[in-house]
């Protein structure tokens, strides 16, 4: 046993976080952590590493008991993690953000006590090496995408001599190559003696790459066992504490006209020539690897991006969409896959959020009615499950899976014609998930278009009617729900080629 914890206990003004934090990691093995959002992963996680200091319990490394009373200390200690929330210097660069805290420096000459910059990016391009990934290293990190930016943390992280790392949802942001290229690496230390603690929302990843499992529903320990003596449904009765009924609760509803219409959408460098319509009652999936451009197609629908040609209409009328503005007005909502970064505002209170796209409405450009406003915000979060004390309290306070509700609901509440969702159930757990599409389902019954980006198969092909398949900036073909839902294992293996071009 590399490292134990007991009876740990967190609360945060009334709010209990965590009171039964409980786990033991052995050297190369992997542990899981799993339990819904908001069970308390992530402040045990934050405990171990010395972000948080705990209100009751014990920490002990090589039986040692041990207080990290600061993350430089638990750092020292051999443990090092990769968070869920990417904590990045924007400004610097790639080399300077995976040597953080540990820049060289000369240690002789007129430059002693400077910043050895050679030093600095050899020891940068070392972790990378050992990584086995290529990054611009000299690249600003605020310019790299979502998944370039979780690997600076991975590289960031690994940058110290480490006897425990722990990761907190690694994946949620990589391509299907990048997570076989993270399995590969997870092996690597294993065979090191490192032990790890994997954090997943994703059955698959967890039967792929852990050895051991700890269970935790409502800050408390529930169970622990061995990956091996256990399944799926086991893992998920445990969490949930009860038995989960279908995962896609996909229901048939008939579909309309024509409302969104989109032909030969070009962008000089991240697209081109994309055509397709969404119709009322109709979810259409676009499906992709990671880069294959999909976003970069929803952002110009929504007047995020710039685009070089082609035209967009809504309800035959062809429309200008030059700024996020314009496509609310036109009656079109985004729910971006970044949802930190673009998506709520962490300092407002979840009522805040929801209503702030629809203040116009709710004042009727006159005054806010508080009433009213909770009203609505209640609606959206009950129905999308979202945990937390009550309304008021503020976003950076819930947990990582619950913030993403609060964006989702934001969106949703402006009860748009068109609304594009750019993989919603990205960190969300099992029992959400099938909240949030449910939620879909309910939309589209209502008449409404849904575009569903997704680079979960199983989520595409068990909710969309028409799935677009990207590769390159280039939609590869359009597949009907009949060609793939009939027999899944065949429809899977053929998007997942149409999808890397075989
Ligand atoms: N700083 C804080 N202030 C108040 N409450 C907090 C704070 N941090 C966490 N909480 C609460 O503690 C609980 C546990 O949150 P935590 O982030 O540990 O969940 P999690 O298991 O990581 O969930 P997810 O899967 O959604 O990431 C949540 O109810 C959350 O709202
Ligand atoms: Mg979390």
């Excluded at 007005?329 to 962490?346: H, N």
């Excluded at 939620?439 to 199983?458: K, N, Q, W």
Aim: charged share 20%.
């Amino acid at each position: 046993m590399v490292l134990t914890v007991e009876g740990l206990k967190k609360s945060f003004g009334a709010i209990s976080a965590l009171s039964d934090g409980r786990l033991s990691l052995m050297p190369g093995r992997v542990t899981a952590l799993i339990g819904e959002n908001g069970a308390g992963k992530s402040t045990l996680v934050k405990i171990l590493t010395g972000i948080y200091q705990p209100d009751a319990g014990s920490l002990r490394l090589d039986g040692v008991e041990r207080v990290f009373a600061a993350p430089q200390v638990a750092q020292a200690a051999g443990i090092s993690a990769v968070h869920q929330e990417t904590v990045m210097f924007d400004d610097l660069s790639v080399a300077e953000n995976i040597c953080a805290g540990h820049w060289p420096c000369h240690t002789r000459g007129w430059r002693k006590g400077m910043i050895d910059w050679t030093a600095l990016l050899a020891q940068a391009q070392a972790v990378l090496d050992r990584l086995g990934v290529s990054l611009p290293l000299q690249a600003r990190c605020g310019d790299l995408s979502i998944a370039q930016k979780h690997l600076v943390e991975m590289a960031r992280a690994l940058c110290h001599e480490s006897r425990v790392l722990i990761m907190d949802e690694p994946t949620a942001a990589l391509s299907h190559r990048e997570i076989a290229d993270l399995y590969r690496l997870v092996r690597h230390l294993k065979t090191q003696g490192i032990a790890i603690l994997f954090i997943s929302h994703k059955f698959d990843e967890i039967f792929e790459i852990a050895d051991d499992y700890v269970v935790m529903r409502d800050g408390a320990f529930v169970a622990e066992g061995q990956i091996a003596d256990t399944t799926t449904d086991a893992l998920v009765a445990m969490m949930v504490g009860r038995a989960m009924g279908a995962i896609f609760p996909k229901r048939s509803v008939p579909i309309g006209a024509p409302i969104l219409e989109v032909r030969g959408l070009s962008h000089p460098t991240e697209f081109e020539d994309v055509s397709f319509t969404v119709h009322a009652g109709e979810i259409l999936g676009f499906y992709g690897l990671v880069g294959a451009g999909r976003s970069e197609v929803m952002q110009a629908l929504f007047g995020l991006t710039p685009v070089s040609g082609g035209e967009i209409s809504l309800d035959g009328q062809t429309l200008r969409v030059n700024s996020p503005k314009d496509a609310i007005a036109a009656g079109i909502a985004y729910v971006p896959e970044d949802r930190q970064g673009q998506g709520a505002i962490l300092p407002m209170s979840i009522r805040d959020n929801i209503t702030l796209p629809l203040l116009e409405r709710i004042t009727g450009g006159w005054l806010l009615s508080p009433k009213n406003e909770g009203a609505i915000a209640e609606t959206f979060a009950r129905r999308l499950a979202v945990k937390a004390p009550d309304w008021h309290c503020r976003v950076d306070t819930l947990s990582g899976g619950n913030q993403q509700k609060v964006v989702i609901g934001k969106w949703l509440a402006t009860t748009p014609r068109v609304i594009i969702l750019d993989e919603p159930t990205k960190g969300i757990d099992v029992g959400s998930k099938a909240k949030v599409h449910d939620f879909m389902s309910d939309l589209v019954a209502e008449g409404l278009a849904v575009i569903l980006v997704s680079s979960e198969l199983p989520e595409v092909m068990g909710m969309a009617d028409r799935i677009v398949v990207m590769q390159e900036g280039r939609p590869y073909g359009s597949f009907e729900r009949a060609d793939f839902a009939t027999n899944p294992a065949q429809g899977a293996a053929m998007l997942a080629r149409a999808a890397t071009g075989g």
